[in-house]
């Protein structure tokens, strides 16, 4: 048996992909099955973990670092943590994968011009005037994992597909049990086990950008309008 039931299912990708939306559908399922949830928004948990932290990108690693922790500390503990968070770097992201364990990482993917259209929030009319400077994927480049364990494309998946596959993986790694997914799916699911040796812990060395590894810097967006401001280390809005 191992020494706790928790885990950490950490939602990477741009601002406006989904990652809020799958983490609160995934978290409600969980909850009916009688899992411990948290769940680690950014926006939410920032007054009181960061107050006052800026944009730069050492600020942006302390963030993600610091969730990491704390997403550690409940794991540990029997939670099922859920943390939508950008986390558009990915030496922090695979530093975080070596110290929480149990870790199971999703991108949430979605076309740039997308998420400019989608723009819930108005935050990617406010980075494109410049009105918000260092914004990730429009100014600043968004790392997207190499190896995820779940891959979710926004624009072509629902939310239901998406969760499907989060589900599918925490089933084989040994994180959910197939009656916890009956009750959640309705369906019998059948786990492909992940063998030990082959789960994603890297080793603790620089990252050296290889294949699939570059970053992406939102190239049309950028020329769509150009930022008037490029301040670095700005306070984030
Ligand atoms: N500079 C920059 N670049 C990219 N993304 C940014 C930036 N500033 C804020 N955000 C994202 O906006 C989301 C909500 O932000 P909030 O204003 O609620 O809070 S905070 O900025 O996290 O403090 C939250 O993203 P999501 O978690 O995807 O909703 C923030 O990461
Ligand atoms: N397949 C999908 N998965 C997740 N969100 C989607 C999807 N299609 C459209 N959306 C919408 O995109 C927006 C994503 O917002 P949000 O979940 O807050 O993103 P993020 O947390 O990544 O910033 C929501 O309005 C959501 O309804």
Request: proline share 6%; charged share 30%.
């Amino acid at each position: 048996m191992p020494s706790t039931t928790g885990f950490t299912l950490w939602l990477t990708g741009m601002h406006g992909t989904g990652k809020t939306t799958i983490a609160a559908y995934i978290a409600a399922r969980l909850r009916q099955v009688g899992r411990q949830v948290e769940t680690l928004d950014e926006g939410e948990i920032g007054q009181e973990l960061w107050q006052g932290l800026g944009d730069s990108k050492e600020e942006r690693s302390t963030i993600v670092r610091r969730v990491g922790y704390v997403a550690q500390l409940l794991a540990r503990n029997n939670v099922a943590v859920l943390v939508p968070c950008v986390s558009p770097y990915k030496s922090v992201r695979e530093e975080n994968r070596r110290t929480i364990g149990r870790y199971v990482e999703v991108y949430v993917d979605c076309p740039t011009e997308t998420l400019i259209e989608r723009d819930t929030t108005g935050k990617y009319k406010k980075a494109l005037s410049g009105e918000i400077p260092n914004f990730i994927g429009i100014t600043e480049p968004y790392e997207p994992p190499t190896s995820p364990e779940v891959t979710v494309h926004s624009d072509t998946e629902s939310v239901e597909d998406g969760a499907a596959k989060i589900f599918q993986s925490l089933l084989d790694l040994g994180y959910m049990t197939s009656e916890e997914l009956k009750i959640i799916t309705g369906k019998k699911m059948k786990a492909n086990p992940v063998p030990k040796k082959a789960r994603r812990v890297e080793p603790a060395k620089a990252d050296k950008p290889g294949k699939g590894t570059k970053a992406r810097p939102a190239t049309r967006a950028a020329r769509v309008a150009k930022p008037t401001s490029t301040k670095k280390g700005a306070k984030r809005k």
